[in-house]
């Protein structure tokens, strides 16, 4: 069993806050737009890491972590990118990729809205934490916090940080 705390769109703002939220999860994945080497690193020193780049992201972001992650986790296929999409309405670029091996839980960031969808034709999970930072257009800053364990994805919560603004 894995707890996991899932959020995107830091866009290089750090809140205190994530550690006290963080504090029980096993693992920490972040879905793009980061927003620097230094914020990644904070998270790093908190728990696991895993991560991937997003579009705001400089050339140290995208040469220390990939565009997309696929792997497995308690039985569970996870493939997560920044910008993805959702169901019905996949990004181009990554909808062959799904439809040739779709993932058990599929996550994307990007879009700064919180988003947690049932993708019947792919038989997959769609998450999106929303935005965890103060960029954007967005008005709560939010995370996700949800258990992998032996095949099954469960109790998810999603966590709201605080206005945008502050």
């Not at 992201?57 to 220390?64: E, G, K, P, S, Y």
Request: aromatic letters at 12%.
């Amino acid at each position: 069993m894995k707890k996991i705390g899932l959020l995107s769109d830091t866009h290089n703002y750090w809140d205190e806050k994530f550690e006290t939220y963080f504090s029980e999860c096993d693992e920490i994945w972040h879905a793009g737009d980061i927003g620097s080497l230094a914020l990644a690193r904070q998270f790093e020193v908190l728990k696991p890491f895993r991560a991937v780049y997003g579009n705001i992201d400089d050339t140290i972001v995208r040469n220390t972590y990939p565009h997309t992650l696929q792997f497995t986790l308690e039985k569970i296929d996870v493939m997560i990118t920044h910008i993805g999409g959702y169901p019905g309405r996949y990004n181009p670029a990554v909808l062959p990729r799904l439809q040739a091996n779709p993932p058990k839980l599929f996550i994307a960031g990007h879009s700064h809205i919180l988003k947690v969808m049932f993708d019947k034709k792919l038989q997959c999970l769609y998450m999106n934490p929303g935005a965890a930072g103060k960029y954007g257009f967005h008005q709560v800053r939010t995370l996700l916090r949800f258990v992998l364990d032996d095949g099954d994805i469960k109790d998810l919560e999603v966590i709201e940080i605080g206005k945008q603004g502050g």
